[in-house]
């Protein structure tokens, strides 16, 4: 069975600073999909970014990049010029890319704090 | 277009009572899937769906039903609600098993005391 594990519980970051959330994952697959979701506290569930395993460049969407490192099983978010409204629980994922329906195994979460 | 639609939003029950937790989604996905989340352990599958007929268990599908009669609908019933199972539900849908873009709804938040 697939784990996936986020070893910092909470992170802060500075305004316009740029923050790491780290991500670990354990498969013995070699094909799947890693997802970042962030949770703020309306508690709705929001896609940030998305990486296919089979795809060794980094997935960016605007200020979010990740640096998949698929030998090491690490997934990390990097959350640029931080803002605001960035502030919520971050989920990493993993979706194995063999196995049907919407199956996604996720982390513990980290509790993201923005300090104006 | 309403996405992914859970009804109630907030919940108190008493243990032993039964209930039913809606979801409906009008985006035509055939996968759907329900999860619990629980601080510190992130979201857990209880049970999914592939299409209309077909479910299957989760991580933690003991103390729950689902049936999925309809393309629309997956409603998650709790048969005789425990403590245990007070958490926050959410139900997710996708339309490709490949695809990148779970939609979420907005949680259900179960009270069992």
């Known amino acids: 069975a697939q784990t996936v594990t986020q070893s910092q519980p909470e992170m802060s970051v500075q305004e316009a600073e740029t923050v790491t959330l780290s991500c670990t994952y354990d498969?013995?697959?070699?094909?799947?999909?890693l997802f970042w979701y962030k949770q703020p506290p309306s508690r709705q569930m929001i896609l940030v970014i998305r990486?296919?395993?089979?795809?060794?460049q980094n997935a960016t969407e605007n200020r979010f990049s990740v640096n998949f490192q698929k030998a090491a099983k690490s997934f990390s978010l990097k959350i640029s010029d931080s803002q605001l409204g960035d502030a919520a629980m971050y989920f990493c994922a993993y979706r194995s890319a063999r196995t049907s329906g919407s199956r996604l195994t996720f982390g513990e979460g980290t509790q993201l704090t923005v300090n104006p | 277009n309403a996405g992914v639609t859970q009804t109630p939003k907030f919940q108190v029950l008493k243990t032993g009572q039964s209930m039913t937790l809606q979801c409906a989604q009008d985006m035509n996905h055939e996968y759907m899937s329900w999860y619990r989340q629980d601080p510190g352990m992130g979201l857990r599958l209880i049970h999914y769906s592939v299409g209309a007929g077909i479910t299957d268990q989760g991580e933690v599908p003991n103390g729950y039903n689902v049936s999925r009669s309809t393309t629309e609908d997956f409603p998650l019933r709790l048969l005789s609600a425990a403590p245990s199972q007070t958490s926050v539900y959410f139900c997710?849908?996708?339309?490709?098993?490949?695809?990148?873009?779970?939609?979420f709804g907005s949680g259900t938040r179960l009270t069992v005391v």
């Open positions: 990486q296919e395993a089979y795809k060794q």
């Open positions: 997710a849908s996708s339309y490709d098993p490949y695809d990148y873009g779970y939609t």
């Open positions: 498969t013995s697959e070699s094909d799947y999909y």
